[in-house]
């Protein structure tokens, strides 16, 4: 995984938190649930390319 792509899944991450953040904040359930999901998205992907990686450098 290069530079550029855990740049961008840590800034979906963040956003993903914030929205979460803003959503409790507010009482939004919907932007809550949205943040989460970002949230899981963003880190399925770290996984999956950290195992792509693995594989990789054998």
């Not at 899944?9 to 959503?23: F, M, N, S």
Request: proline share 0%; net charge negative; no cysteine.
């Amino acid at each position: 995984m290069g530079i550029d792509d855990k740049a961008h899944l840590t800034v979906i991450h963040h956003i993903g938190a914030a929205k979460e953040g803003t959503g409790k904040v507010t009482g939004d359930e919907d932007l809550q649930r949205e943040g989460r999901h970002e949230q899981a998205q963003a880190e399925l992907l770290e996984t999956g390319e950290g195992i792509e990686d693995s594989f990789a450098k054998e």
